[in-house]
T-cell receptor, first 114, second 116 residues
Framework: NAGVTQTPKFRILKIGQSMTLQCTQD?????MYWYRQDPGMGLKLIYY???????DKGEVPNGYNVSRSTTEDFPLRLELAAPSQTSVYFC?????????????FGSGTRLTVV | AQKITQTQPGMFVQEKEAVTLDCTYD???????LFWYKQPSSGEMIFLIY??????QNATEGRYSLNFQKARKSANLVISASQLGDSAMYFC?????????????FGRGTSLIVHP
């Protein structure tokens, strides 16, 4: 019962580099989300997906891109990394109307851009 | 305006005592969901409890209960018999009804420290 798996757990990037944060879930959830967590600021939505092939922007999408080619995978791409993207990134998934089970989160990726 | 407001940046409680963490929300939807999450120092997000807007009874899960006051738009988390392991950040979240995207919006969190 893996739930939501995120890789890597830690990463240091230089300004201008690019990387992909991986997110995979094995619960057959249609709904997936990417959040960033800055100190004292709660979680802010970057992108979300309601199913394979369908993605949409959240509150803070600039500097990021996503794709959803399968139900299981929802990678987050950072292009031209900037210090402002230093944060902890969480991927989450949901089965939708079975809300009593909550949203399942991955363990997070701590990214530092220097 | 913030959709989820958690006014207590930090709370302290004695072990074995009860503590209430405040959460107010803002929505014009009739159908919505309210959630509480715990984030220990290790960083993972742990789902604690859920309350649907149409649920007439307050949700309970073990030592956690949600004090749901719909007219006041509040969804406070009550932790009974606090334990040292309850020390963590606690986040309130709301999913509003529209669009079918089931997107939760999170508050800024409350840091809870349990003293022995």
């Amino acid at each position: 019962n893996a739930g939501v798996t995120q890789t890597p757990k830690f990463r240091i990037l230089k300004i201008g580099q690019s990387m992909t944060l991986q997110c995979t879930q094995d619960m057959n959830h249609n709904y997936m989300y990417w959040y960033r967590q800055d100190p004292g600021m709660g979680l802010k939505l970057i992108y979300y997906s309601v199913g394979a092939g369908i993605t949409d922007k959240g509150e803070v999408p600039n500097g990021y891109n996503v794709s959803r080619s399968t139900t299981e995978d929802f990678p987050l791409r950072l292009e031209l990394a900037a210090p402002s993207q230093t944060s902890v990134y969480f991927c989450a998934s949901s089965g939708g109307d079975r809300e009593g089970n909550g949203y399942t989160f991955g363990s997070g990726t701590r990214l530092t851009v220097v | 305006a913030q959709k989820i407001t958690q006014t207590q940046p930090g709370m302290f409680v004695q072990e074995k005592e009860a503590v209430t963490l405040d959460c107010t929300y803002d929505t014009s939807d009739q159908s919505y969901g309210l959630f509480w999450y715990k984030q220990p120092s290790s960083g993972e997000m742990i789902f604690l409890i859920y309350q649907g807007s149409y649920d007439e009874q307050n949700a309970t899960e073990g030592r956690y209960s949600l004090n749901f006051q719909k007219a006041r738009k509040s969804a406070n988390l009550v932790i009974s018999a606090s334990q040292l392991g309850d020390s963590a950040m606690y986040f309130c979240a709301m999913r509003e009804g529209g669009g079918g995207s089931y997107i939760p919006t999170f508050g800024r969190g409350t840091s809870l420290i349990v003293h022995p």
